[in-house]
C-alpha cells in the first residue's frame, strides 16, 4: 500500500505540470488585453481610453510587471517567417495583427518595417500643434494610424493611407508627411517582396528559461531569497503567490483564502448530512426492497431530486424571510446580522451563522438524498446476493450483524466513488446557492471573476480544482483498500 501511495504522489508530479500547461495556455488564449484588464479596462472597446488615462509609460511599467515582455514559453514551433522577437511588441492586438500579416506574406523584415513606420508617426504627431485651422487632419491622421494597427486587408490599408497622405497634406502636418511618406513606401514593400512560402517552412526557437510560463509557475525569484529583494516579480504559483486581482488589486491568495473558508464550511456540512441520510437510506431501502417504504422513500427523494435548487431557494426566501406570508423565520441573504462580529459571545456568534445557513445547506442537501441513496441500495442489493452473506444468514446470525458487518463495507465502493469528484467540488462551491443567499464563498468568488475577466482568480481556481481532483482520486484509492480487503494494490 505504501509504495503504491508512493508511486501514484510520483504520478502526480507529471500530471501536475501537464494541467499547469493546460492551464496557461488557456490563459495565452483568453480575450482581451491582460496589460488593459490589469490597468481596470474590463472591455477590448475600452483599450484606448485606458492607454490614454493610464498613459503608454503605466502600461509598459505594468505589463514588465507582469511579465509580459518575455517569451511565453521556454521553445516555440512555429515557421521560418514568424521571428523570435514576436513577443517584443506587447500590445496583444498590435501583436495578433502583426501575426496575420506574417501569415499573409511572410516577409517579416518588411513587416517589422511598416509598423515602425505607424508608430513614427505616432511620435510625429506630438510635434503637431494643435489649432482651429488642422484639427480635422489631426483627428483624420489619429484615426488612420490607429486602424493600421488592427487592420490587415490590403483594401482596408490602402485606403487608410491614401487618408493619412491626404491629411499631410497641409503645411502645418509637415512633422508627419515624412513618416506616412515611409508608411506607403513600406507597405509597397511588403506586397513586392512577399515570400508567403516561409509559412510552410516549420521552425523552432528556443527562448531559455525567462519566460512566462516558467515567472507564472516558479517566479523569477530564487527560491532561498527574501521576498523585499522581488517585489515586482514575485514567487510563482509553486511559491503560494497566485498574482493581484485585476479587480481591485488585491492578491489572489487573500481573496481565494477569504472565499474558501466558507465553501468548505457549506459544502463539509452539506456532504456530512448528505451521507449520513443517504448511506442509512440507502441501505434500509435495499434490505426492505418493493416494500412500501421502498417505494414511498423512492418517490419522494426523485421528486426533490427533480426540483432545480435555484427554484427552491428563490421559493424558500420568498416564503421563508419575509413578513408577507407570516413565515419570517430565516434572513434573506448573508452570513451574519449586523453587529456580530468576532468579539461577539460564542453561543450568540454561533446561533447567528447557523441561522443564516439553514437554508443554503438545505438547498445544497437535498438533491443528493435521491442519488447517494441509490446508489447505495444498488450496492447493497448486490452484494445481498453474494453466497457468503446466504451463508452467514443460513448460520443463524442476526440480520443486522450480517447487513453492518458483512455487507455495508462491502456496499460502499460506489459511494466512495463519488466521493472522489464531490472532493473537488466542494472547494469550487456551489455557484448559484452563493449567488442566491449572497455567501461570499469560491463560487460566487469564480463567477464574478470570469465575468469580470479576473483571469489570475480563474485560472487559480482552475488549478486548485484540478489538483484536488488528484487528491480526491488518490484518497478513493485508499478507502477501497480500508473497506474491501479483497482490494489490494501489491503485486502478488
Request: net charge positive; aromatic share 16%; hydrophobic share 45%.
Amino acid at each position: 500500500m505504501f509504495s503504491y501511495i508512493a508511486k501514484r504522489l510520483l504520478y502526480f508530479i507529471p500530471t501536475f505540470f501537464i494541467i499547469s500547461f493546460v492551464s496557461f495556455g488557456l490563459s495565452k488564449m483568453a480575450p482581451g488585453d491582460p496589460v488593459r484588464l490589469a490597468l481596470g479596462s474590463t472591455d477590448s472597446s475600452a483599450g484606448q481610453m485606458t492607454e490614454l488615462m493610464a498613459g503608454e509609460q503605466a502600461y509598459y511599467e505594468m505589463a514588465e510587471k507582469m511579465g509580459m515582455n518575455l517569451p511565453s514559453f521556454y521553445f516555440s514551433f512555429s515557421s521560418a517567417a514568424v521571428p523570435d522577437t514576436l513577443y517584443k511588441v506587447l500590445k496583444t492586438a498590435e501583436r495578433e495583427n502583426l501575426a496575420r500579416l506574417i501569415d499573409q506574406y511572410g516577409n517579416w523584415p518588411q513587416i517589422e518595417a511598416y509598423y515602425k513606420s505607424i508608430k513614427a508617426i505616432e511620435i510625429a504627431m506630438f510635434s503637431v500643434s494643435s489649432d482651429s485651422t488642422n484639427f480635422s487632419q489631426i483627428g483624420k491622421v489619429r484615426q488612420n494610424s490607429g486602424a493600421l494597427l488592427s487592420a490587415y486587408e490590403q483594401d482596408r490599408i490602402e485606403f487608410a493611407i491614401e487618408q493619412l497622405v491626404e491629411a499631410t497634406q497641409v503645411p502645418s502636418m509637415a512633422p508627419v508627411k515624412g513618416p506616412v511618406l515611409a508608411l506607403k513606401q513600406n507597405y509597397q514593400a511588403i506586397l513586392a517582396e512577399a515570400t508567403p512560402y516561409k509559412n510552410y517552412i516549420p521552425s523552432f526557437k528556443w527562448f531559455g528559461w525567462n519566460n512566462q510560463y516558467h515567472f507564472w509557475m516558479f517566479g523569477n525569484a530564487p527560491f532561498w531569497s527574501n521576498a523585499e529583494d522581488h517585489p515586482s516579480k514575485g514567487y510563482g504559483f509553486l511559491r503560494g503567490d497566485f498574482g493581484n486581482s485585476y479587480a481591485d488589486k488585491r492578491p489572489v491568495t487573500s481573496k481565494v483564502g477569504e472565499a474558501i473558508g466558507w465553501t468548505l464550511m457549506l459544502n463539509m456540512i452539506a456532504l456530512a448530512i448528505s451521507y449520513l441520510i443517504s448511506i442509512p437510506l440507502g441501505v434500509k431501502t435495499a434490505v426492505n426492497k418493493d416494500s412500501r417504504f421502498d417505494k414511498v422513500s423512492t418517490v419522494i427523494l426523485f421528486a426533490l431530486f427533480s426540483l432545480p435548487s435555484f427554484w427552491i431557494a428563490t421559493m424558500l426566501i420568498n416564503y421563508f424571510t419575509t413578513s408577507e406570508y407570516g413565515m419570517n423565520w430565516f434572513p434573506t441573504f448573508g452570513v451574519s446580522s449586523p453587529g456580530i462580529d468576532a468579539d461577539t459571545p460564542f453561543f450568540k456568534f454561533f446561533f447567528d451563522r447557523l441561522h443564516h445557513l439553514i437554508l443554503p445547506i438545505f438547498c445544497m442537501t437535498y438533491g443528493s438524498f435521491a442519488y447517494l441513496s441509490r446508489q447505495m441500495r444498488g450496492g447493497v442489493l448486490s452484494i445481498l446476493r453474494m453466497d457468503y452473506v446466504r451463508t452467514a444468514l443460513a448460520k443463524g446470525l442476526p440480520q443486522e450483524t450480517v447487513i453492518w458487518k458483512h455487507v455495508f463495507r462491502n456496499s460502499l465502493i460506489p459511494i466512495i466513488t463519488l466521493f472522489a469528484y464531490l472532493f473537488p467540488a466542494a472547494i469550487s462551491g456551489a455557484l448559484i446557492i452563493e449567488i442566491i443567499f449572497q455567501i461570499p464563498g469560491m463560487g460566487k468568488l469564480s463567477y464574478a471573476a470570469i465575468v469580470g475577466r479576473d483571469y489570475p482568480i480563474v485560472f487559480t481556481v482552475l488549478m486548485f480544482s484540478a489538483i484536488l481532483t488528484m487528491v480526491g482520486n488518490l484518497a478513493a484509492d485508499m478507502m477501497y483498500a480500508l473497506v474491501d480487503p479483497r482490494i489490494s494494490f501489491s503485486k502478488k
